[in-house]
């Protein structure tokens, strides 16, 4: 089972690369049991769609 630092390190390597088979299912399975690692992809993945937006404009 990984702990919260690898897991918040998968979600961020997440915003550049897609993740392995294993590492997602690994990182859902923490997701499932761990609300603070699901609110940290939340903000990441607001985090990018903000940064997105910027550079259409
Ligand atoms: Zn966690």
Excluded: K
Excluded at 5 to 22: E, G, H, V, Y
């Amino acid at each position: 089972m990984m702990n919260c630092r690898q897991a918040s390190r998968l979600i961020s390597t997440a915003m550049d690369r897609p993740l392995s088979r294993a590492e997602q299912l690994q990182l859902s399975m923490h997701l499932l049991l761990c609300r603070n690692c699901r609110h940290f992809r939340q903000q990441m993945q607001q985090l990018r769609l903000g940064i997105r937006q910027g550079r259409q404009r």
